[in-house]
């Protein structure tokens, strides 16, 4: 049942990526139905015969807007006419690029990615101006809240975070040798009767043997040192007791990770660093309490780790691994590494805007196992996709999007 359930879920998510790639590819279809293209392969804006051809240039420079004129189809001196352009990116901010006059035509500043605007054109010729509005979309989806429902999409806020440099360590739980009781007879004799069974749980002070000394055939008792379990026994009555131990007792309610620490690492552990520990599913956080040389002539050292364990699920034995936070560093803007996606040769996340999702180009700086520091590309306060962007990408890649303008 749960594999048909996952099949069901996976051939619903992958349904409506294709729906919403078919409509993005049918828009973007019948945008270039209506664009029309100039002789430098730009984007055409007409009115009462006066032309402007725009376009987005980037071989070999840092893209930038070059703008034509034309009058009745004859071209028009860069001299002789001036334009502006505003863009509107997703959410709101604006950019207004500056144009200069080479001679031929006119060059803008550099356009800074993504290349997803609505544009607003305006142009001034021979005493009269001209304004054109035509929208840019690059890297965009656009989905209900229903389809962001059933793509399991996730959002986050884009803040500050501290980044942790951390070393990766491996080691075993121990009991802690103060929490585990082996019991002795004081004086040599007969064992007269054993209460508790290996398994069971004694109380502190409770009866645990009856013992007949030898020198002077009385009976006395001997009761349990510490409260914990009967981990193993070697007293049954009748039996003699000597100077073997008759009971262990445990308590793991608190034990110990003990973790190798080899010398290419000794020189970044020290007590007192905040440890991440896991084994599978499990997981829990303490700090070193001090390093501990290696037995024999073994040139590692242990550092130990003490752990509250109330639940007693770290049970002696159990290998682990453990990340020790060795620096901290804290960084201006950073987004979580799930939410990063490779799109175009480029680190993009995807940006949430209302209804719209849009692919944001990024430089990053540096990381940890979970978020990654970003340089540029990405404002504290965006909305940004944390879970499933990969489903944005494919609709993206399947709608054959591509670095056009």
Known sequence: MNFLNNTFKNSLCIG????????????????????????????????????????????LVEPQFRAWAFLDEIEIAPSDWQIGVELTRLGGNTDNPSFVNNGEFFVSSPIAEPHSFDVRVTANYAGSSYHWDYESP??????????????????????????????????????????????????PGLIRSVSPELGDYVNQGDLVA???????????????????????????????ASDQPLLTIANYSNVWADLNVFPS?????????????????????????????????SPHVIAR???????????????VEADVTVAKFDVDLAVENTALQDFLGRPVVFIQVGNSFEARPLQLGRSDRRFTEVLSGLNRGDIYVVANSYLLKADLEKSGATHAH
């Open 16 to 59: 409506v990526v294709l729906f919403i790639a078919s409509q993005t590819f049918a828009q973007e279809h019948d945008d270039e139905e209506d664009n029309k293209t100039g002789p430098h392969g730009g984007r055409l804006l007409e009115a009462d015969g006066f032309v402007v051809e725009l376009t987005v240039f980037e071989q």
């Open 265 to 297: 690492e000794a020189q970044r552990i020290r007590a007192g660093q905040e440890v991440s520990l896991r084994m599978g599913e499990l997981s829990t956080s303490s700090t070193i309490r001090y390093l501990n040389p290696g037995e024999g002539l």
């Open 305 to 319: 780790v003490p752990l509250a364990n109330p639940d007693l699920i770290w049970t002696p034995g159990l290998l």
């Open 138 to 187: 690059e890297g965009r989806v656009d989905l209900s809240p229903q389809q962001v429902a059933r793509l399991g999409i996730v959002t986050q806020v884009a803040d500050a975070q501290s980044l942790l440099q951390q070393e990766l360590l491996y080691g075993k739980i121990t009991p802690d040798p103060k929490l585990v009781s082996h019991i002795t007879a004081r004086y």
């Open 210 to 240: 009856t013992v007949e000394a030898n020198d002077s055939l009385q009976t006395y008792e001997i009761r349990a040192p510490i409260s914990g379990t009967v981990i193993d026994s070697h007293a049954n009555p009748g039996e003699f």
